[in-house]
Structure formats: C-alpha cells, structure tokens
C-alpha cells in the first residue's frame, strides 16, 4: 500500500476545514467516498499507479473533527463545500469519481463545476428515486450489522470484505472503530435523510463531462434498475454491470472496475 | 412528596411468541398484522379510565408521554389524552403532567406552546409542560428528520416555545431550524410565566446541564432498574452542585412499574407475565432502532459503546421475572415490601417526584385497577412525608395543585 499524505484545505470563506488523503502521481483524480466513510483500499492504491488521487473526507468523518459536521447543513453547503475544496487544490481540470453517497455527491458537483470535471465515474450512486424500485437511507441506518453484511455484498466470505468488515485486534480499537462507522454514516445521513432523492433529477441534466456508471449486478442496497435511469439521464453517458458483484465494486470485483475504469478515463 | 401515575398505554395481548415472529415492536411492526383496532379502541378507555381512577385515588398528578409507530406504548398526541384527564379532574387538585408532546416532532413547534397552554386553561393552571428530547427512532423513522439534527433542533424549539409563552411583543423567530413571520400565540397558559417544566432523560449529561442551567426538574425515565441507576443519579447531583443549584429533591423524578399483591408469594403469580410480556415484547426493539446513527453526540456516542453503562436489549430478554424484581427493574410484593423498596429508592436517589407505573406489558385492565387501588390505599400514605422534615418547597408544581394545608404550615 503506498504511503498516504494529508492535505487540509479550508472552505466555505475559511469557517470549515476538509482533509484530504493524497498519493500516487499524475494526472489529479478525485474520489468521494460512500457513506461508510473513507477506506484507503487495493482500488484507490491500483488508481494511484496512474493517477494522483486525492480522497477528501466528507465534513465530520475525519478522525479527531467529528463536530465539523456541524458546519454542512444540507446538500447545498456540501457541493458548495467540495467545489471550493477543488479550487483550494488548485485542480482545474479532474477526473472525479465517487462511491454510492459520494457518487450522488460526484454527481452534484459535475453538475455545479461543470468546466472542471473532465470524465466522471459513478459507482453505484444514490441520488435518484423511482417508485417502483425505491430506497431510503434511513433503511441502511435501520441494519442490523449481520443485516449491513447481508445487504451489502453479494458475496460476504471475500477476503477484500472480510478484511474491509472486521474489527482493528483488541477490545478499545474495536470500539472505537464502531464508534467511527456509526458516526460516519450520521455525518452523511445529515444530508440525506430519509430518502436521498434531494433534486439531483432537477440538476443531472447540466452534467456534460463523458461519463461511466458502474453497478454490481446483484447490488441490494441500491438496485441495479438505477443504473439506466443515471444512463438516461447523463448525455454522454456509458453504463457497465458488474457480475457477482453487490453494492460495494471496489471491494468485490476490484479487478474488473479497475481495467474499466483506467480504459474508461484514459480515453 | 409528589407522587403521579404514568401510563404508557401499550398492547396488551401481543401473541407469545411475537418476539420470534417480529423484528421490533417499534416502527416497522405492521398494525393489521398484529392489532385488532377493536381491541385498541378499548385501551385508550381503559387507560383514561385508569388515570381517572388513580386521581379519584389520592395520586398527586397523572402523566401521559408520546411515542409513534410501536406496540410499546402509542399515545401518539399525549395532549389528547391530557385534556379528557383536565376535564376529567376539573375541581380537584390533580396536575396533569405531560411528558410530553414532543416539539421536535412538530413543525412548526409553536404548535406545542398553542397545545401546552390551550391544556393550562383547560386543567385551569394544574398543566405541567415535559419537554421531552424525544426518541430517536420517533424523531427519524416515524418522523423522517435527520438524527444528527435533533438535539440543535430541541434547544431551538425550546427556546421558541419560551419566548412565545413569556414575550408581550409579537416577535419575529429566525431560527436556524423555524422561521416564523409573526410568533403571537392565543391563548397564553394560565400559569405565569410558564407552567412548570419537567425534562424527562435517560441519562444524557447534556440534558442534565440544559435541565439544571435552566433551572427545570428531571426525570430521569430508566429501564434498568434503581439500583443501576444510583451511579447515574448521583452524576446529576454532583453536576447541580457544580452549577451551584441546591439539593431540592424536587429536582428529580423517576419512574417505576409497581405491582402490589396481597403478599410478596403472590407477586410473581400477579404480575410476572406482565413484566415479562414488558422486557421481552416491549423493548424488542434493535439498538440501531432506538437510537439512528448520529442521534447521539459524538462524545456520548463514545461513552455508550466504549463504557456500555446500560446492558443490551437484548440481553434483557434472557431474564425473568424474579430477576426484574430483584434489580428494581419492577418493584413488586406486598404493600409493606414495595413501600420499604420505595422509600429506600426515594431516599437513595433523593427524588421528590415519583412516578409509579402501575400499568406495564399485559396487565388487564381489572388487575391495574386493583393495583392502583392498593397502591393508593396502601403505599402512598406512607411515602408522602419523606422530605418533610428538609423543608424544602415543590418550585415546579402548579401553584392550583398545592395542597392548602401543606401550603398554610
């Protein structure tokens, strides 16, 4: 794994600071995390053998801010937020790329900085609601953890899963790593809360830059059915299903997101 | 000593094995598969019945709190059920203490103000106004805000309510969470400045210091029990003093199922399955359903789960009768047992308003009658004077509920 270095940006007129994880050299590339919260995995340390990549934590989930939140009242602050982090790293021209929540969030943004997103890579985002196949975020809160297991992954026993699900050794660290995810995923509810239909159907029209939507075709979280409606509703758009894959592609089929996603942005 | 009867107003005859068929008595539990409306209708009259009763009895006060989408406990506007009470107790000395209607669940939360001080004129003056944090599954499952929000959303909507209780002046509220053009309620609660408020917790350290700054009396509302208390209890103390507040015992509330029998043999034959049908259907309820991601502070957050001061739901469910009643989680046997029980409860975590629960799980309507019956015959007589000889005066009791005698001595 290549070794991480972080970067503090401050935005909003200087009332809120975002952290940012950066490594690997080239051409800058911008990942927004899920609501998980950030997990420097075998996908992002792949990536970074082509790219810099820079992961910003969402406001709250960096370790030792958790009150940043406090500063994010709705969506509108945190693609405000993201678009000023971009202008403080001084990127004029990215790719961006974005997990589930952090894909809506990628979404938004490609929408708002239109001139600086060069290809945009959606990977199992929300953002988009259909009644026939609805969702809500407050029922991934409602999971219990064999539930969260169960729901998320197509196939729980992947030694990726396994090593991103289980526990740090010893009692303390372990608590507080469920400290850690709880609040994590109450940090990215804030802006989502209960259904995370927030007007990106109002606003996806504007998004020009080329872009991918990836979904893990036994995805049970977020149905796979939304990966057209994201292909519909982007111009310029290419959607790419993923075999026995669940909601989490960079975990479950790491390999094949990967190959698809260089070809995809080197393009 | 102020002594009131609380009532949850459950459902009495969930199937015995529910807990097995079900996820959670709590918001996802489907009412046509479970309840009978028929049934329903006649809790809601069996529990204003019982209220009724526990007034005519000699208890000082009677309280109705809100919950939503549950087989727990479903007064879903406690303000419905405290104004029968109001009317239901008109001429007597009875307060009606609502814990609560729960602001952050209304919007806009003047609504409560309105609610609060249309009951004070009802009840003329006996309104005792809980302000309730609110749960966090009602607040963000039943009520669809986001979790981490609600406690910012509780201070403001407090501080909106006071304002528009106390203020002479139409005012204009911009809120960060309510934006009102023109705040001039009609009517005003009788009780000036405000009817005395009650903050009902489970041991947050936040609510002890809003409680305790402001000058409020808690309630500290457990379900484990006195003796799993008595830590948490003498926190908030240490916090009053700290705060420089007297040791007013009428700063503290708590609240106990109670179920008086004949002798302390029968107690478990009365009401062991009621206890049981309490701990095991009641709060089947998953953790990750009390309380969503972000509904506690980050520091609290920390404490629960590095420190887990209060055992899991779940492990209540692996015991029984005789265990609840050893640990105070109910406090059952003979009138002379369940007295010495209270009294030492009462002594040991200096409370000045009791609340007793005489009602909880499946106890019939009969039985609960009986209970109170015994209860106010038998137990009360022998609690009231417990802080008589401190002197100390009840500041958050309605001035249309003191006792005239007491009063004039």
């Given at each position: 794994?290549?070794?991480?270095?972080?970067?503090?940006v401050?935005?909003?007129?200087?009332?809120?600071?975002?952290?940012?994880?950066?490594?690997?050299?080239?051409?800058?590339?911008?990942?927004?995390?899920?609501?998980?919260?950030?997990?420097?995995?075998?996908?992002?340390?792949?990536?970074?053998?082509?790219?810099?990549?820079?992961?910003?934590?969402?406001?709250?989930?960096?370790?030792?801010?958790?009150?940043?939140?406090?500063?994010?009242?709705?969506?509108?602050?945190?693609?405000?937020?993201?678009?000023?982090?971009?202008?403080?790293?001084?990127?004029?021209?990215?790719?961006?790329?974005?997990?589930?929540?952090?894909?809506?969030?990628?979404?938004?943004?490609?929408?708002?900085?239109?001139?600086s997103?060069?290809?945009?890579?959606?990977?199992?985002?929300?953002?988009?609601?259909?009644?026939?196949?609805?969702y809500?975020?407050?029922?991934?809160?409602?999971?219990?953890?064999?539930?969260?297991?169960?729901?998320?992954?197509?196939?729980?026993?992947?030694?990726?899963?396994?090593?991103?699900?289980t526990?740090?050794?010893?009692?303390?660290?372990?608590?507080?790593?469920?400290?850690?995810?709880?609040?994590?995923?109450?940090c990215?509810?804030?802006i989502?809360?209960?259904?995370?239909?927030?007007?990106?159907?109002?606003?996806?029209?504007?998004?020009?830059?080329?872009?991918?939507?990836?979904?893990?075709?036994?995805?049970?979280?977020?149905?796979?059915?939304?990966?057209?409606?994201?292909?519909?509703?982007i111009?310029n758009?290419?959607?790419?299903?993923?075999?026995?894959?669940?909601?989490?592609?960079?975990?479950e089929?790491?390999?094949?997101?990967?190959?698809?996603?260089?070809?995809?942005?080197?393009? | 000593?102020?002594?009131?009867?609380?009532?949850?107003?459950?459902?009495?005859?969930?199937?015995?094995?529910?807990?097995?068929?079900?996820?959670?008595?709590?918001?996802?539990?489907?009412?046509?598969?479970?309840?009978?409306?028929?049934?329903?209708?006649?809790?809601?009259?069996?529990?204003?019945?019982?209220?009724?009763?526990?007034?005519?009895m000699?208890?000082?006060?009677?309280?109705?709190?809100?919950?939503?989408?549950?087989?727990?406990?479903?007064?879903?506007?406690?303000?419905?059920?405290?104004?029968?009470?109001?009317?239901?107790?008109?001429?007597?000395?009875?307060?009606?203490?609502?814990?609560?209607?729960t602001?952050?669940?209304?919007?806009?939360?003047?609504?409560?103000?309105?609610?609060?001080?249309?009951?004070?004129?009802?009840?003329?003056?006996?309104?005792?106004?809980?302000?309730?944090?609110?749960?966090?599954?009602?607040?963000?499952?039943?009520?669809?805000?986001?979790?981490?929000?609600?406690?910012?959303?509780?201070?403001?909507?407090?501080?909106?309510?006071?304002?528009?209780w106390?203020?002479?002046?139409?005012?204009?509220?911009?809120?960060?969470?309510?934006?009102?053009?023109?705040?001039?309620i009609?009517?005003?609660?009788?009780?000036?400045?405000?009817?005395?408020?009650?903050?009902?917790?489970?041991?947050?350290?936040?609510?002890?210091?809003?409680?305790?700054?402001?000058?409020?009396?808690?309630?500290?509302?457990?379900?484990?029990?006195?003796?799993?208390?008595e830590?948490?209890?003498?926190?908030?103390?240490?916090?009053?003093?700290?705060?420089?507040?007297?040791?007013?015992?009428?700063?503290?509330?708590?609240?106990?199922?109670?179920?008086?029998?004949?002798?302390?043999?029968?107690?478990?034959a009365?009401?062991?399955?009621?206890?049981?049908?309490?701990?095991?259907?009641?709060l089947?309820?998953?953790?990750?359903?009390?309380?969503?991601?972000?509904?506690?502070?980050?520091?609290?957050?920390?404490?629960l789960?590095?420190?887990?001061?209060?055992?899991?739901?779940?492990?209540?469910?692996?015991?029984?009768?005789?265990?609840?009643?050893?640990?105070?989680?109910?406090?059952?046997g003979?009138a002379?047992?369940?007295?010495?029980?209270?009294?030492?409860?009462?002594?040991?975590?200096r409370?000045?308003?009791?609340?007793?629960?005489?009602?909880?799980?499946?106890?019939?309507?009969?039985?609960?009658?009986?209970?109170?019956?015994?209860?106010?015959?038998?137990?009360?007589?022998?609690?009231?004077?417990?802080?008589?000889?401190?002197?100390?005066e009840?500041?958050?009791?309605?001035?249309?509920?003191?006792?005239?005698?007491?009063?004039?001595?």
């Amino acid at each position: 794994m290549k070794k991480l270095t972080k970067k503090v940006v401050p935005v909003l007129n200087g009332r809120l600071d975002i952290t940012v994880n950066i490594a690997g050299k080239g051409k800058p590339l911008v990942y927004l995390h899920s609501a998980g919260g950030f997990y420097w995995d075998d996908y992002l340390d792949e990536l970074a053998n082509h790219y810099k990549v820079y992961v910003p934590h969402f406001p709250g989930t960096a370790p030792g801010r958790p009150n940043d939140i406090d500063l994010i009242d709705n969506l509108w602050d945190a693609v405000l937020a993201y678009d000023d982090l971009l202008a403080g790293l001084k990127l004029k021209k990215v790719r961006l790329m974005g997990h589930s929540f952090g894909g809506m969030l990628a979404a938004e943004l490609a929408a708002q900085r239109r001139e600086s997103i060069e290809k945009l890579v959606l990977i199992a985002p929300i953002g988009l609601y259909r009644e026939d196949a609805s969702y809500t975020c407050a029922s991934w809160c409602a999971l219990s953890p064999p539930e969260i297991m169960e729901v998320l992954f197509h196939d729980p026993n992947h030694p990726r899963v396994v090593k991103r699900m289980t526990p740090p050794p010893g009692q303390e660290a372990a608590d507080l790593w469920t400290v850690h995810f709880v609040w994590t995923l109450g940090c990215t509810a804030k802006i989502i809360w209960p259904i995370p239909d927030k007007g990106l159907h109002k606003r996806i029209h504007r998004v020009t830059a080329p872009t991918l939507v990836v979904w893990g075709e036994n995805d049970r979280l977020i149905p796979p059915v939304y990966a057209q409606e994201f292909g519909k509703s982007i111009n310029n758009s290419e959607v790419f299903m993923l075999p026995r894959c669940g909601h989490e592609p960079p975990l479950e089929q790491m390999e094949m997101l990967r190959d698809k996603a260089l070809a995809f942005m080197a393009a | 000593m102020k002594i009131a009867c609380f009532h949850l107003m459950p459902y009495r005859d969930l199937a015995d094995d529910f807990e097995k068929k079900h996820k959670s008595a709590w918001f996802s539990l489907p009412f046509n598969e479970v309840a009978d409306p028929n049934k329903v209708a006649g809790y809601f009259n069996q529990t204003l019945d019982e209220l009724t009763y526990a007034a005519q009895m000699g208890f000082d006060g009677v309280c109705t709190n809100e919950h939503h989408q549950n087989a727990y406990g479903f007064m879903v506007n406690p303000n419905m059920m405290g104004s029968v009470l109001a009317r239901a107790t008109r001429g007597t000395k009875t307060a009606i203490i609502q814990m609560g209607e729960t602001a952050v669940f209304l919007n806009p939360p003047i609504r409560v103000a309105e609610e609060y001080a249309m009951l004070d004129c009802i009840a003329e003056g006996r309104l005792i106004a809980g302000f309730p944090v609110g749960l966090g599954g009602d607040y963000s499952y039943s009520y669809g805000m986001a979790p981490i929000e609600q406690r910012a959303r509780y201070y403001e909507a407090h501080d909106l309510i006071k304002k528009a209780w106390t203020s002479d002046q139409v005012f204009a509220f911009n809120g960060k969470f309510y934006q009102l053009p023109m705040v001039n309620i009609w009517p005003k609660p009788v009780q000036r400045p405000h009817p005395p408020i009650w903050v009902p917790g489970n041991a947050s350290p936040s609510t002890w210091d809003f409680v305790i700054k402001n000058d409020y009396a808690y309630c500290f509302l457990t379900y484990f029990g006195a003796k799993g208390a008595e830590h948490m209890v003498k926190g908030f103390w240490n916090r009053a003093e700290e705060l420089g507040r007297d040791r007013n015992p009428y700063r503290m509330g708590f609240l106990v199922p109670v179920g008086v029998s004949e002798t302390d043999e029968q107690a478990e034959a009365e009401y062991g399955h009621a206890a049981e049908y309490f701990y095991h259907k009641g709060l089947h309820l998953p953790e990750q359903l009390l309380a969503p991601p972000g509904h506690m502070t980050h520091s609290s957050l920390t404490h629960l789960i590095t420190k887990r001061p209060f055992p899991p739901f779940e492990e209540l469910k692996t015991l029984k009768f005789p265990q609840f009643n050893d640990r105070d989680f109910v406090v059952c046997g003979s009138a002379k047992t369940v007295t010495e029980r209270l009294l030492h409860i009462i002594k040991t975590l200096r409370v000045g308003h009791l609340m007793i629960l005489p009602q909880f799980g499946s106890l019939s309507h009969e039985k609960t009658m009986q209970n109170i019956e015994r209860i106010s015959k038998n137990v009360l007589p022998h609690l009231r004077g417990v802080w008589d000889n401190e002197g100390w005066e009840d500041h958050w009791w309605p001035k249309a509920c003191q006792d005239a005698k007491r009063a004039a001595a």
